[in-house]
């Protein structure tokens, strides 16, 4: 949320749309959770990997900006779309 915030939208909302069923920001970013799960997976791999458990000692913050930044390469559309 914050790097969408701050970096995708550049700390411009229409605040009305959040609130409308049928407003701006209607159903589920994919990219968002795709994002979510990059920064969920780096984070909890210590955890299964061994070699990673540095990752996992600082969850908190490697999830903050592993999910961070890809959230922002998958809203500018530096990763190409699937096909199909």
Known sequence: MI??????????????DLYLADGAYRG?????IA?????????WGGVVVPVLKP?????WFVGFFAAGFAHVVLSRGLVAEPIG
Do not use: F, H, M, Q
């Open 3 to 16: 790097a969408d915030y701050w970096i995708v939208r550049r700390r411009t909302l229409r605040l009305e």
């Open 28 to 32: 589920w970013n994919l990219r968002a």
């Open 35 to 43: 994002a979510t799960v990059v920064g969920c997976a780096l984070a």
């Open 55 to 59: 990752l996992y000692d600082y969850a």
